[in-house]
């Protein structure tokens, strides 16, 4: 039996639950997703995907409902513990890769080791482990500015990547780069995938979406449909995609 | 429409506008105090150094309103961080750069008018309860004092107007030639690079030997005169630029390399610090200068105040005297605690204008006078005066006595007789009271009072020619107590600029550190583990130009003692003056810190 990785229950989320005009962003989203999965979530904006990323990954917290990440159950937790949680467990690839600029690429990737305040010969072996599965043992004594936009999706993969979690989310991660370089990351993100690490990519992107193994789709709260590449190339899974969003959309 | 917008961007954030109209009211509320205080002749006039006071006031008004243009300078990036967004969006959405123009000069007036209005109505409430402590504070009269004066009114609001309406043009320019969307994106970029190392020795190695170099002038200011106060301007100015832009950073860099950096957030806070010190180069030394300035004038000012009781009991024994003491007086007399007190009998005879005392009484109670054996360091020594010495004009003893006598005596021949021939001179018998107040400072009030009926009584002679060491301190008071006036007031307006400017420039880098912030945040950060990094940062900031700033003024007090302008030494007030001034300081500190977390860090959405 494969072990689930992330899994919730019901989730409802209302924002201004006290105003009179309460908005309801989740109306009782049921998902899992297995170890080593690829999955992607897609909607159009305002569907409830951001929100949804937001509770995954212990940002932001359920009006009702559970959700489980690696057996924990992360609903009932104070900020301190979902901050810990954050670091150990989790990993994230933002859409604006988010690198400090004063920090070298060495010392960006070793900042969730050093927040764990792991010894530093553990964080200097983490980081080239790391480094090496993004190809980028080159590029880790460079600053930020120093390095193209394609290299610094990738330092910021090996930043999700440095703590080994149990799954790394990705909220539009290619949103800011160029063909090739989406590209790029896709295919290191897929090679990631391959070595067992689960991948969560919230995306509105039929391109990128592509490259996960199953997608769900958002609308008006709540989880519309759902789709698998099964043996699929993925061209059909593609073409797939497109055609369920211009169904879906509807 | 687009007015309504603009009210209400001002509406979502007002507790940021709260923060800029407080630094900015408190701003003009200094600048109107400092105007009403240094032009209005009736305070300036009132002291004896009157005039020479009006200069040195002028000078630091000057001063200070090169302080406010920096401060206005940095209240307006602050407040254009704020509001780029918002103008970004209405380029967005087709609004001609003209009526933009019109919107943010209107704004950056508005802002102007109305800080400067609730300023002076602040200012003139500083005005009345500073003037009024300080003023008791160095025993100073402010009778015709009025804290309302409008000539300083006037000037504040002009200089102010000013300031903003040329700032509104400049924040109008500058946003007319940004593009919208760099105006939408603002804050998102950085242009850190990673300064070359040899420049960091260089610099590094320039700016510490400037330093010392400055320092050593300024020690040896015996031989240097005027140059060194000429070589310690140009070479500490300077040098403090290169600590700060080299030699901190270098600092900074050893402690990423050690192991200390893998801890926690620290190869952040380290690397944040590093950049900002950088970036503010020229802020942190213009508030590291300033931060001396301030200081230097309130240990400067209180020196001068501090050495005014040992100036004038080397200049007399006794505080007091009073010839024919009444009721009023004798309870006065009770008032001083610590003291000691003669009383002779004493004969005037207005023909031959002479003098008599009695010897016995001299002999059993021995007239005390003191000199100075070290005038440097107002060291004063106690003799007890012999019989014989009151033959001769020229010794201590007959001169301390001689000035002890009414004012009309005083140039009378003093003759020390035997009881017997005293009795037999037939003219009334006067009681002199002699009064020694050991504690000057502590016995003011009722010696003030003892000296003013003596002048009334003596008619006006100032209280001049009143006998006693007292109306020596009353005079060096009046002299160094607008000194000491001036430099505090002067140090503490320097300091509330420097503090605020620093504040804002500090506040305004906020916007865009929120997305580092942000990240963090996400990756797992604690909200404590935040707060510290912040609290690290924005310390440094405040921490290393007050460091360099206390040693400038450490140093600089070698000019003072050195060169004799403060005798008995300059430091004796530097402990105590600098502990206020770092109290205030740390003020400063700690809001910055409070509004800077508040703009930063995440809320944590914990329901229930």
């Known amino acids: 039996m494969t072990t689930k990785i992330v899994q919730t229950e019901d989730l409802h989320k209302t924002y201004d639950k006290d105003s009179a005009k309460p908005y309801e962003a989740l109306k009782g989203i ?58 150990k467990k989790l990993g994230f690839i933002f859409q604006d890769f988010n690198l400090l600029e004063t920090l070298t690429a060495q010392e960006n990737i070793a900042l969730p080791l050093s927040l764990q305040n792991a010894k530093a010969a553990t964080i200097q072996t983490a980081v080239k482990t790391a480094a090496g599965k993004l190809g980028i043992e080159d590029l880790l004594g460079k600053y930020p500015t120093q390095l193209s936009g394609g290299q610094k999706q990738r330092v910021a993969a090996a930043r999700a990547l440095v703590s080994n979690p149990s799954i790394i989310f990705g909220d539009e991660p290619t949103g800011a780069l160029d063909s090739t370089n989406a590209r790029e990351l896709l295919d290191t993100l897929t090679n990631i995938n391959q070595q067992g690490v689960s991948i969560l990519l919230v995306t509105h992107d039929p391109f990128s979406a592509s490259f996960c193994k199953r997608i769900l789709f958002i609308k008006d709260g709540k989880i519309g449909d759902e789709i698998d590449a099964g043996d699929k190339s993925r061209n059909e899974f593609y073409q797939e995609i497109l055609e369920k969003l211009g169904t879906f959309e509807q | ?110 802002i102007g008018l109305i800080s400067s209005v609730v300023g002076i109505i602040i200012g003139i ?141 620290n190869s952040f806070t380290l690397a944040q610090l590093k950049f900002r010190i950088r970036d503010y180069t020229k802020i942190l030394s213009v508030v590291s200068l300033l931060f001396a300035l301030a200081l230097g004038a309130i240990t400067v000012g209180t020196g001068f105040q501090n050495m005014v009781p040992k100036l004038a009991s080397g200049n007399g024994y006794y505080s007091v005297a009073i010839t024919n003491p009444n009721d009023r007086m004798n309870s006065l007399v009770n008032q001083i605690k610590d003291k000691s007190t003669i009383t002779y009998q004493q004969k005037v ?42 033959k001769h004009v020229d010794s201590e003893a007959y001169q301390e006595l001689s000035s002890l006598q009414i004012p009309k005596v005083k140039a009378y021949q003093i003759k020390v007789v035997s009881a017997q021939t005293f009795n037999q001179i037939n003219t009334r018998t006067n009681k002199l009271l002699l009064v020694r107040a050991n504690n000057m400072d502590a016995a003011a009030t009722p010696l003030t009072k003892i000296t003013n009926i003596q002048s009334k009584q003596y008619g006006d002679q100032n209280g001049q020619l009143v006998g006693g060491s007292f109306t020596m301190y009353q005079l060096l008071k009046s002299v160094f107590g607008s000194l000491e006036f001036m430099g505090i007031f002067l140090g503490i307006a320097f300091l509330a600029m420097l503090a605020s400017c620093l504040m804002f420039k500090i506040l305004s880098g906020a916007a865009s550190d929120k997305v580092r912030f942000d990240m963090l945040n996400k990756i797992g950060t604690r909200r404590a583990v935040l707060n510290r990094s912040i609290i690290v940062q924005i310390l440094g900031l405040f921490a290393l130009p007050g460091i360099l700033g206390i040693i400038d003024v450490a140093f600089g007090l070698q000019m003072f003692s050195r060169g004799g302008l403060l005798v008995g030494g300059a430091y004796q007030t530097f402990g105590i003056t600098t502990l206020g001034f770092l109290i205030l300081y740390l003020i400063y500190f700690a809001v910055t810190v409070l509004i800077y977390s508040r703009i930063v860090v995440p809320k944590t959405k914990v329901e229930r």
């Open chain 1, 30 to 87: 049921s998902l899992s997703v297995n170890e080593g999965e690829f999955v992607g979530i897609m909607g159009a904006s305002g569907s409830g995907k951001t929100t949804l990323l937001n509770i995954l990954a212990t940002l932001d917290q359920p009006t009702s409902g559970s959700v489980e990440i690696d057996g924990q159950d992360v609903t009932h937790l104070t900020a301190n513990q979902m901050a810990d949680f954050r670091s």
């Open chain 2, 1 to 110: 429409m687009l007015f309504k917008i603009s009210i209400s961007g001002i509406k979502a954030r007002w507790k940021d506008y709260l923060v800029l109209f407080s630094g900015m009211i408190i701003t003009t509320a200094i600048f109107y105090m400092f105007e009403a205080i240094s032009t209005n002749d009736k305070f300036t006039t009132s002291s004896p150094v009157g005039q020479n006071a009006k200069i040195v006031f002028i000078f630091g008004s000057i001063l200070l309103a090169i302080i406010t243009l920096v401060y206005v300078f940095y209240a307006n990036n602050f407040l254009m961080s704020m509001r780029k967004h918002d103008y970004g969006l209405f380029m967005m959405l087709g609004a001609k750069s003209g009526i933009i123009s019109k919107l943010i000069i209107l704004e950056t007036i508005a």
């Open chain 2, 125 to 265: 409430g500083f005005t009345q309860v500073l003037s009024h402590f300080l003023a008791k504070l160095i025993h100073m009269s402010l009778t015709n004092f009025s804290a309302f004066y409008m000539p300083a009114v006037w000037t504040t609001i002009i200089m102010f107007l000013v300031l903003f309406i040329v700032a509104g043009f400049l924040n109008a320019r500058t946003f007319v030639k940004t593009s919208a969307l760099e105006l939408l994106h603002s804050g998102q970029q950085s242009d850190w690079k990673q300064p070359k190392s040899l420049t960091l020795w260089i610099q590094a190695i320039l700016g510490v030997g400037l330093l010392a170099g400055g320092y050593y002038a300024m020690y040896d200011i015996q031989r240097l005169k005027l140059m060194a106060i000429a070589i310690g301007l140009f070479t500490i100015v300077l040098g403090t630029y290169f600590v700060f832009n080299s030699f901190f950073v270098m600092l900074l860099q050893a402690f990423q390399r050690s192991s200390l950096s893998t801890k926690g957030l």
């Open chain 2, 349 to 390: 005879d207005p023909q031959a204008k002479r003098v008599y005392y009695r010897a016995d009484q001299l002999q059993q109670q021995p007239l005390k006078y003191s000199e100075f054996v070290d005038r440097a360091a107002l060291k004063s020594k106690v003799s007890t005066s012999k019989l014989a010495e009151f």
